[in-house]
């Protein structure tokens, strides 16, 4: 055989879904990665010209650059009004959002819990960094205890604020979703001290892909994805993975808290 | 089931003007004195004789209200949503969206007494904030004043199709008088008319997306916008201000007052002309764009003397004084509180100017 | 420099493409067999972007695309597999 003959089969390449946009995420954050998971599922299922993203107000602010659908931009928090509003009008669309851990357990933790109250069949993706990021890194309503932001600066002191908020099990506290998950979407470090395992983004790919089939079967689907922010947690990216495993993990743990169609058991 | 004549208050009569010109969402909280809107549209909820009718939602709040039209508006659908001063104020920032995003949404304000928690009295306190765009950045809505229970049942229709023409939010600001004030009325046919969507996110076609979003990080692009949305409002002023007149003709002094105020007005005009003062109204209709050049015609012909008759401490006043341009004498008659004057204290006020 | 004889192309590839690319490490650090570096030189926006080969100091490529999966800029293009 010779050279010229020699030819690749490509098993992973271009989305169509994406723009294809050059992303403002900073460097290692999961938001990218969330966003590529969103642009496969809707490539898997065929329904690009059938979705209608809403755009949050945080690092998602610029989310729907990125994906190749039809857009509205909601005012911070609101998204999930925003979603029911168009799905009421547009059943037979596909519709989600993208949020960040203050525009939805913050600012927004009223149209999230109402949505999720009515089982309204949208789907919701939190992106879960316990920290306000693109503001430039003051406390979220997630950040845990004792961690330094620039609203903390002593750290977070609960008695003052608070605990923090864990939004997967308070939305799987209401009836009304169908499926709620939460996935560690970041690398985690492994016994090798060079090696990380990306066990995150295969899960966070399957729940993406879950979600929308919970909402084409008419429940109302969200993932909360936690994540990291080492620009605002003032760390490099892989000690952010690091923290993230040591801290977060334990404190939002990744699981399974509601399939009511049962979509993860196949 | 409702017949073609009715005897109605004015939030029912508005409520089935609404559904009657194809209303497809209401979302709404309940406030005083206007819950009558939500809870006529949801006892006609689901029933055949409205079919356009498919989404009614009481929210869980006012902001969610404004965001859950800003959602089915996005969509293309015709979408009201109804309040009353303070939910108003929690509207705003969802209206300033909906501006920016060049979306129809229909925001009635049943005025109440304020600040604050004020009182279930009518007042016409809202106004500088209807008017003047009272969310944050720059943009303006349309202001409608129905002026009676018909004009309740009429104007959702008109909102809906100023709405659509210019693809803006549309306000229809009542009182609480006349959102609470039963009156005769006859609906017009029944009539959903189509509009032109085809800005809407419905789902991409090939290669074309459409995206609504007000932000706009280059300055050059957030101006570009702007300047259209400049433009757009310049287009409005022109074309759609409206007003309607009584004995104007030939009058000496003219009150300029809108909603309950203008049926008084109405009276006491009538009065001052048996007693031979040459009196008569001037009653906008459109609060915004503001009958500016219909006053200015009038101050043009000869009317010296403006009094204007408003339940606030002068908001209106200040775009007659704008519109007279220091030709005509202009002053402020009014109550506050949820107060109204008779139509002869009124009547007594132009006296007392003209002197 | 190896010859191009079908014995030694090698069996998978990954296409990069260095201006996406804002050199976070992620590709690197999962990679079990370590296939890919950063860089000492830059991309335009002054990143290092990361590279291919497809000897790894922990053996060769085997196209398991985690690379693929984990990069948040879509640098990683295609992952690729010889036809037999």
């Known amino acids: 055989m010779s050279a010229a003959e020699i030819r690749y089969e490509t098993t992973l390449g271009a989305l169509p879904t994406l723009t294809g946009k050059p992303t403002h995420y900073c460097a290692g954050c999961e938001h990218g990665t969330l966003t590529r998971l969103i642009a496969a599922a809707l490539d898997d299922l065929g329904v690009r010209e059938r979705t209608v993203m809403v755009s949050s107000v945080g690092c998602s602010v610029l989310a729907h650059e990125y994906i190749n659908v039809d857009a509205v931009q909601a005012p911070h928090g609101r998204a999930p009004a925003v979603l029911t509003g168009l ?10 959002s993208v949020q960040g851990d203050g525009d939805a357990v913050s600012i927004g933790l009223l149209e999230l819990l109402y949505a999720a109250n009515r089982g309204e069949p949208i789907t919701i993706f939190l992106v879960n960094n316990a920290i306000y990021g693109m503001t430039g890194g003051q406390m979220a309503p997630t950040t845990p205890a004792g961690m330094v932001t620039t609203t903390t600066p002593h750290g977070r002191d609960i008695a003052q604020t608070g605990r923090p908020i864990d939004a997967a099990r308070l939305v799987a506290s209401l009836e009304g979703p169908a499926y709620v998950k939460r996935v560690f979407l970041p690398v985690r470090p492994t016994a090798s001290p060079d090696l990380y395992n990306a066990r995150g983004a295969l899960e966070g790919e399957r729940a993406v892909r879950n979600a929308f089939e919970v909402q084409q079967r008419g429940g109302f689907a969200f993932v909360e994805f936690v994540s990291t922010c080492n620009i605002n947690w003032k760390m490099s990216i892989l000690e952010s993975k690091r923290y993230a495993a040591e801290v977060l993990a334990p404190l939002y743990p990744e699981g399974l808290y509601r399939d009511r169609f049962g979509v993860e058991a196949r | 089931m409702i017949d073609s004549r009715e005897f109605l208050k004015g939030n029912e009569a508005l409520a089935y003007g609404a559904l009657r010109t194809g209303l497809n969402a209401y979302f709404g909280y309940p406030i005083t004195p206007s819950s009558e809107i939500p809870e006529t549209l949801a006892a006609e909820y689901g029933r055949s004789a409205y079919p356009e009718f498919k989404a009614f939602l009481q929210a869980a709040s006012e902001i969610e209200a404004i965001n859950l039209a800003i959602g089915a508006a996005a969509a293309g659908a015709k979408v009201m949503t109804a309040t009353s001063g303070p939910g108003f104020s929690l509207k705003q920032e969802g209206i300033s969206y909906a501006a920016a995003m060049e979306l129809p949404i229909l925001i009635v304000d049943v005025n109440r007494a304020g600040p604050g928690l004020g009182n279930l009295g009518p007042e016409q306190t809202d106004y500088f904030q209807a008017t003047r765009g009272g969310g944050h950045g720059g943009y303006r809505t349309i202001v409608l004043a129905p002026g009676s229970v018909p004009e309740m049942a009429l104007f959702p229709s008109l909102g809906f199709e100023l709405g659509f023409r210019y693809r803006t939010p549309v306000v229809i600001l009542a009182d609480a008088f006349l959102g609470q004030l039963k009156e005769d009325l006859v609906f017009p046919p029944v009539a959903a008319p189509a509009f032109d969507t085809a800005w ?3 789902g991409a076609r090939g290669d074309e997306r459409h995206v609504l979003s007000s932000i706009h990080l280059e300055f050059v692009d957030q101006s570009r916008h702007s300047e259209h949305l400049r433009e757009k ?9 409206r007003s309607s007149e009584v004995a104007t003709d030939d009058a000496e002094v003219v009150i300029v007052a809108y909603g309950i105020c203008a ?9 001052l002309r048996a007693r031979s003062v040459r009196a008569g109204l001037l009653r906008p209709v459109t609060l915004w764009p503001f009958p500016s050049q219909r006053l200015r015609e009038l101050v043009g012909r000869g009317v010296r003397n403006l009094l204007v008759f408003e339940l606030n401490a002068g908001q209106m006043v200040d775009d007659v004084r704008l519109a007279a341009d220091g030709r005509a004498r202009v002053e ?6 949820g107060l109204l004057p008779t139509a002869t204290e009124v009547a007594s006020a132009v006296e007392a100017m003209l002197r | 420099m190896i010859a191009a004889t079908p014995e030694v192309l090698p069996r998978c590839r990954v296409e990069i493409d260095a201006e996406r690319c804002k050199g976070c490490d992620l590709c690197v650090v999962v990679c079990p067999h370590r296939n890919l570096r950063l860089t000492t030189g830059f991309n335009r926006s002054g990143y290092h972007p990361v590279e291919f080969h497809f000897h790894g100091s922990r053996g060769d490529c085997t196209a398991c695309g985690l690379c693929y999966w984990v990069c948040p800029d879509f640098a990683i293009t295609e992952v690729a597999r010889r036809r037999p």
């Not at chain 1, 009008?89 to 989600?96: A, I, K, Q, S």
């Not at chain 2, 409002?233 to 201000?241: C, T, V």
């Not at chain 2, 049926?263 to 009065?271: G, S, T």
């Open chain 2, 200 to 202: 809407a996110t419905t």
């Open chain 1, 87 to 96: 799905k009421r009008m547009l059943p037979d669309r596909l519709v989600f």
């Open chain 2, 263 to 271: 049926r008084l007005a109405r009276k006491a005009v009538r009065e």
């Open chain 2, 332 to 337: 402020s008659f009014g109550r506050l509180g």
């Open chain 2, 233 to 241: 409002y310049a287009e409005i002023e022109r074309a759609e201000p």
